[in-house]
């Protein structure tokens, strides 16, 4: 919640995000680690960081990751991506400038840090009118309090200012906008000569000697991979179900514990208008009880009418709530007098709530009832799964034993395809979680209790490993003949490009030094330029390549079809005063003086780590995630 506070509350944010953004804490690493006695996972200066508050920022990060890659991003890439790290060092940072603002007695006065507050949009009503209960109910939902808020405001701002005075005047000068401009969008001309791969005769076929030999020096191309069989035993809430009994007052308990899910509230759909004084809102209602429409009357008094659909009672401002819901649909009512004047208005549509019976809705909350109580017997029983392996009995014995279903997986990758490639396991409840755990069991053992999604729990036990191994030559050998052949074009058409480049480098021109190569296409490409769209003619291996050199190089490039030689015939310079380069040169200097104000920022931080004593209590770290690094 105060993230997203935070990500709109104006411009000092902004400033105090991309310090979160672009200082990596790779600039220092994560060191500083101490084993000393210290209440918190890191201490700077004389604060301590605590796990609370380290957790709530991975938290945080693990959220925003998981809203920008989707619902499987899981714990373990976090740890991988070392999401906790980064966390940590934000906090540091943040401390590190906060020490900082204190020392050098930066502090924001309450008018300012108000005017801050009042800006969240988080806090405006439908009208985009500040609200403070709306601000003190979100703030109470999310467990915070609203001094904690405003001094957390406070901090955030006095560090914005602090970072703007370290970035003052770092700004990109006009000579080096220009350079940067005529490096970036200089063009180069060339001819090319591209020769296909496929076009080279066939060779001679290969005795058996060199068949052997290119099958063992490719071999990790005929290599069958690790093959596993792995039973599965699957705890699935979907077949617990049948075996609850729902009486009636498990139902009433659950109806009566969700009531509101069965509360249609009114909606209405209301016309309004404010205006400024009570005579002119008078003279309006009259006026439209008169027969004129709302928005007319509005538009000829100056002001604006606004229509609010299908609103709920509790989304319109206190004194309207009322007498738009006792309203008649059609109906005018008001003046009614709120904060932000006298308003009147029009019922334009009414929805009416109810309320579903415990009767009229029963096989539904029945089968909410079933669901529910199956859960609770399916954790009850992979407890008793986990209990029964732990004890040392067989996988199949203890899947009988709570009731799970075996289902075996036969010679399977990881991937989970077989040696046909087929997938196997695709009605299993998250199976490619199941055959990742059975991939990291040695073979006869099974792994722990997981969960599969939130409806099921599994174990895995490893019956079989069918290491990876080379294929046979007689079994592959079509396959390596015509890998093989095909290697042999590519062989014979670098050497065909190696003379066509010879000859390019001694002045022959591209089409004349093509000339008897067999599929050989000669070509002169307009201008590319440095920064511009790749080619599809020139590989971008030999266009960087001849981006550093002069007129007359040659140099050489792969494409997946073919070899192409070409040669630079031509620069044209880059010229800064053309109109048509205005805007470039805007983003080109914008982007050089937001690099100067990042480092700045970066070695600002780095003298502040020095000045002030960063540790790092790693062992608590690690014993409060071990169950993350195991």
Request: overall charge negative.
């Amino acid at each position: 919640m105060l993230q997203i506070i935070r990500s709109t509350a104006g411009s000092w944010v902004v400033k105090i995000l991309f310090v979160v953004l672009i200082i990596s804490f790779a600039v220092w690493g994560i060191g500083d680690i101490t084993k000393g006695a210290q209440t918190g996972v890191a201490r700077v200066g004389d604060r301590n960081i605590t796990p609370q508050e380290l957790d709530q920022a991975y938290r945080t990060e693990f959220n925003r990751m998981k809203q920008m890659v989707g619902p499987e991003f899981s714990e373990e890439q976090a740890r991988q991506f070392g999401l906790r790290d980064r966390a940590l060092e934000q906090l540091i940072q943040k401390e590190l400038l906060a020490l900082a603002a204190d020392d050098l007695g930066l502090r924001i006065a309450d008018d300012t840090v108000r005017a801050e507050v009042l800006k969240v949009p988080a806090f405006k009503d439908s009208f985009g009118n500040f609200d403070a209960n709306l601000m003190r109910a979100l703030l109470q939902q999310n467990g915070l309090s609203e001094a904690g808020f405003v001094e957390d405001v406070r901090g955030d701002m006095a560090r914005s200012d602090l970072i703007g005075a370290v970035t003052a005047g770092a700004s990109s000068s006009k000579t080096l906008a220009d350079a940067l401009y005529r490096y970036r969008f200089e063009g180069r001309t060339f001819e090319i000569v591209t020769i296909p791969y496929g076009a080279m005769p066939a060779a001679p076929s290969p005795d058996q000697a060199t068949l052997e030999a290119f099958h063992k020096e490719k071999g990790v191309r005929y290599t069958a991979p690790e093959y596993r069989t792995l039973n599965v035993a699957l705890i699935e809430a979907s077949s617990l179900t049948k075996d609850v009994e729902v009486t009636d007052e498990l139902l009433k308990e659950y109806y009566d514990g969700h009531a509101g899910d069965y509360i249609t509230p009114e909606k209405r759909s209301i016309s309004q208008a404010v205006f400024p004084d009570k005579a002119g809102a008078d003279k309006a209602l009259a006026e439209v009880n008169a027969g004129r429409k709302i928005d007319d009357v509005a538009k000829a008094a100056g002001v604006e009418a606004v229509t609010l659909e299908d609103v709920q009672k509790d989304g319109l401002p206190a004194e309207l709530a009322d007498p738009a819901f006792t309203t008649a649909e059609g109906k005018s009512g008001g003046p009614v007098e709120s904060a932000f004047g006298f308003h009147i208005f029009t019922v334009t549509k009414v929805q009416a709530g109810g309320e579903r019976t415990l009767e009229q809705v029963k096989d539904e909350v029945a089968a909410k009832v079933r669901q529910d109580k199956a859960v609770e017997k399916m954790f009850e029983l992979s407890t008793k799964l986990e209990d029964e392996l732990a004890g040392g009995t067989p996988l199949t014995e203890a899947a009988h034993t709570v009731g799970a279903r075996i289902v075996k997986l036969e010679k399977i990758d990881n991937r989970g395809a077989n040696a046909a490639g087929v997938a196997q396991g695709t009605g299993l409840p998250e199976v490619d979680k199941i055959v990742a755990s059975g991939f990291t069991v040695a073979e006869g053992q099974t792994g722990s209790v997981e969960e599969a999604g939130s409806d099921a729990f599994f174990a895995v036990q490893v019956e079989a490993v069918l290491p990876a191994a080379l294929k046979p030559l007689d079994e592959v050998k079509s396959v390596v003949l015509g890998d093989w052949q095909a290697d042999q074009k590519q062989q014979a058409a670098k050497k065909k490009a190696e003379e066509v480049a010879a000859k390019m480098k001694a002045g022959t021109p591209a089409k004349e030094a093509a000339t008897g190569v067999p599929g050989a296409l000669a070509q002169n490409i307009d201008p590319l330029m440095r920064a511009g769209a790749p080619s599809a003619l020139v590989p971008a291996s030999a266009v960087q390549t001849l981006f550093k050199g002069a007129v007359g190089d040659v140099t050489t490039g792969e494409k997946p079809t073919g070899i192409v030689v070409a040669k630079v015939t031509g620069i044209i310079a880059a010229d800064p005063a053309n109109p048509m380069a205005a805007s470039q040169l805007t983003q080109l200097a914008n982007s050089a003086g937001q690099a100067m104000q990042d480092e700045l920022v970066m070695q600002y931080l780095a003298a502040l780590r020095a000045h002030y004593t960063v540790t790092i209590n790693q062992s608590l770290i690690n014993q409060l995630y071990r169950t993350n690094q195991e």
